[in-house]
C-alpha cells in the first residue's frame, strides 16, 4: 500500500458509509452533507467582486462546470447497473475531473502547476483527485461494490513519488476536516484505523497517527498547500464533513480564508462535489 492508496481507501469509506443510506433512497451526493451555511457578511472568506444575485450565480456556476458534476459522473458510472472496466471508468473520471491518471502511474508527468498534471486545479478551480474519490465512493454506494478494486488503482508508492506528497497533504486536510467540530473520539480512530487497515505500511499508519493527534491548524495546512492544490485540498477537507453543524460550516469558511479562495470559487467548488453551497 502507499499513502495515495491510504488516501483513496479513507476517501471512499467516507463518501461510501455516508453515501448507502441517503443515496439509496434518491438523495443524490447532495443529501451525504447538511445544511449548515455562512452568511456571506458574516464570512471570513473574501467575497468574489460582482458577486450579484447569489441564485443567478449559482446556476450559471453550475451550468458551466467543466467537470459536470459528482452526480453526474456517478450516474454515468452506474449506468445500466454495472460498474464496468475499472481501469476505463477511473481513467475517464479523471479526465472528466481535470488530471492526467497517468501522473499516478508513472506514465506522465506530476509537475506542479502543469495543466492536466497531478499537482494541477482544473483552471476554473475544480476539485480534481477529490472530485474522483468522491465519486467513486458514491459509484460505490450506489452499486452496492466493494471499493478495493478502485483502490488498486491508487498505489502510487513504487510508480510515483511525488504522488505520495500530495497524498499526505489531503490525508492532513481529510483528518483535520474531520476534527472540525471537536476532538475525534477513540471510536471514530478506531474505525479511521480500521479503513486504513493492516495492509497498509508502517509508515502510512504511523502518518495517519500522527495527524490524528495533531492539532486542527488551517494556517499550517494553507501554508504547505502549493498554489495548485488549493481547490483540491479544500475540496478533500469538504469530503470529510457531514456540514450539519455550524461548527463544521465555519471551519470551512476559516480554511478557505487561509487558501485564499473567496466565496464565489468556493461555492464552486461544493457545487461541483454535488453539495450545498457554504455561502448563502
Known sequence: MSLMGTLAKLAIGYAT????????????????????????????ADQAPGMGNMQDMMAKMGSGSGMGGVQDMIAQMTKGGGMGNMQ??????????????????????????EKGGLLSS?????????????????????????????????????????????????????????????????????KIMETVGTDANADDIAFVRAQLAAPVDVESLAADTPEPLKAQVY??????????????????????????LNQQAVNALHLQMGTQPLYS
Not at 469538504?238 to 487558501?259: G, K, N, P, T, V
Open 88 to 113: 476505463d471508468m477511473i481513467s475517464k473520471m479523471a479526465s472528466q475531473a481535470g488530471f492526467d491518471l497517468s501522473a499516478l502511474t508513472g506514465g506522465g508527468s506530476a509537475a506542479a502547476g
Open 17 to 44: 458509509a455516508r453515501g448507502v443510506d441517503k443515496m439509496s433512497g434518491g438523495g443524490g451526493v447532495g443529501a451525504l452533507f447538511g445544511g449548515a451555511q455562512i452568511a456571506p457578511d458574516d464570512a471570513q
Open 235 to 260: 475540496s478533500m477537507s469538504l469530503m470529510s464533513i457531514r456540514l450539519d453543524r455550524q461548527s463544521e460550516a465555519e471551519y470551512l469558511d476559516s480554511l478557505a480564508r487561509a487558501l485564499g
Open 122 to 190: 482544473k483552471p476554473d478551480g475544480g476539485p480534481g483527485l477529490a472530485g474522483v474519490l468522491a465519486a467513486l465512493g458514491g459509484a460505490a454506494a450506489m452499486s452496492g461494490q466493494s471499493a478495493g478494486a478502485m483502490i488498486d488503482q491508487f498505489d502510487t508508492s513504487q510508480t510515483a513519488p511525488q504522488a505520495e506528497e500530495v497524498a499526505g497533504l489531503m490525508l492532513r486536510a481529510m483528518i483535520q476536516a474531520a476534527k472540525a467540530d471537536g476532538e475525534i473520539d477513540s471510536d471514530e480512530q478506531a
